[in-house]
């Protein structure tokens, strides 16, 4: 059966009304991949704290690795199975850190998922959140190096894939993690989630995701079900190893006699909220020509095509309707076939 | 190497079209560093009669 290669794309830490909390975009990813036949989307997407979910229709990469894939610089391998290493952040205390080895031993035990080894950084992590976080959130850490240290540690005992696990300040009675508990705001650690991991994709090319170690928080019984993913166990690392556990490994192009299951010239779509069209990973595109969907997904941008007037774009009112383009595309039904009124068709007149 | 946030504005000239933004973008952050992440997160038509847009971008850089 044929399919129609789609980028999904909710980008992190702009309180998306789908897709800016837990997992909370898995289901439409479900559905999109379905529509699609092959839906290559990222681990904010798919990673509901102790919740998630393989699909054989979806491609698990990281954001930084995806803008790649876009770019035209990498293309995607199918694996059977990632050997994991995971990097913890020395700043996680010890009972924390304990919790997370026995998550990792369940994943092992239950699930069957090959974990291999850990590795704890030399130097904490240094968590930074920018302080000017309401819209979007942002922020870096100041100990990068040793991050990556970590990852080429576990690279030389033979890992393909990363999980990372950093501490994150203790702030869970500030007001933005509050708002963002009752599903009113913007992830506030979401942005410096996607600084950890774009540096482990940049510097060391392999799959990897991250989940951030908290204490655990007080019971909030305006809890928004769209939050609440997080609030189950003792860690969110449970979805990162899922994921990673068979995400496709990343082959740079030109690739020489490595077999390849996804080339970036079979893409044919990319799905997005409207207002963030400003990522890297839409204007590569565009510049290729591809079909955009601009969903209509509350979020605190609006970059929106009225500032590109791009003549490929499908703006559509939810999911459900993206889901119906991606399959018009696939099936190759001139879209203004299905909608009324249906204009005859024009006589060309010949230029000078 | 040390990472920075910053928030970086720079102006679209007409005589770029869209798809040669990515690139146009990029050349001129790279200059401030090696890009680890960035995003256009806000466009304004500018009100001179060139048609030039104003473009906010969220970045962090790596030196």
């Known amino acids: 059966m044929e399919n129609s290669p789609t980028i999904f794309i909710v980008p992190t830490g702009i309180g998306c009304e789908v897709g800016g909390f837990a997992g909370d975009a898995l289901p439409t990813a479900k559905l999109l991949a379905s529509a699609s036949g092959c839906l290559i989307t990222h681990p904010n997407v798919m990673n509901g704290g102790t919740l998630s979910e393989k699909d054989k229709n979806i491609f698990y990469v990281e954001g930084y690795s995806l803008d790649r894939l876009a770019k035209g610089e990498i293309a995607l391998k199918r694996v059977k199975q990632q050997k994991i290493g995971i990097i913890f952040d020395s700043a996680i205390e010890k009972e ?93 650690i979401a942005g410096v989630e996607a600084v950890i991991s774009h540096l482990i994709s940049k510097f060391l090319k392999v799959p990897c995701a991250h989940a951030p170690a908290l204490n655990p928080i007080e019971l909030n019984e305006n809890l928004d079900p769209r939050a609440a993913a997080e609030e189950i166990g003792y860690t969110f690392l449970p979805s990162v190893l899922i994921g990673l556990s068979n995400a496709p490994d990343i082959v740079e192009l030109p690739a020489k006699n490595e077999s390849i299951s996804l080339h970036p010239d079979q893409i044919e779509s990319i799905v997005v909220p409207n207002g963030a069209l400003g990522g890297e990973a839409v204007l590569a595109g565009i510049e290729k020509g591809l079909n955009i969907i601009s969903v209509k997904n509350q979020n605190t941008l609006k970059v929106t095509n009225e500032f590109y007037d791009y003549p490929n774009l499908f703006e559509v009112d939810n999911y459900l309707e993206a889901a119906g383009i991606i399959l018009a595309i696939k099936k190759g039904i001139n879209l203004s076939s ?10 060309c007149s010949y230029s000078d | 190497m040390k990472l920075s946030s910053v928030d970086y504005y720079l102006d679209w000239p007409v005589s770029i079209k869209l798809k040669n933004l990515r690139e146009f973008i990029i050349t001129n952050l790279e200059k401030k560093g090696d890009l680890i992440r960035w995003s256009i997160v806000d466009i304004q038509n500018s009100i001179d009669s060139f048609g030039t847009k104003k473009l906010k971008i969220k970045a962090v850089i790596a030196n």
């Open chain 1, 338 to 347: 299905v909608k009324r009124p249906l204009k005859k068709i024009q006589q």
């Open chain 1, 96 to 188: 924390i850190l304990v919790r997370h080895l026995q998550v990792a031993d369940a994943c092992v035990s239950t699930l069957g998922i090959n974990v291999h080894s850990y590795v704890i950084t030399k130097k904490p992590l240094n968590i930074v959140i920018d302080s000017d976080s309401s819209k979007i959130s942002g922020g870096t850490i100041e100990n990068p190096d040793t991050l990556i240290d970590a990852g080429k540690c576990l690279i030389e005992k033979g890992v393909t894939a990363i999980a990372i696990v950093a501490k994150f300040p203790d702030d869970s009675d500030s007001l933005e993690t509050n708002i963002y508990r009752e599903g009113k705001g913007v992830d506030p």
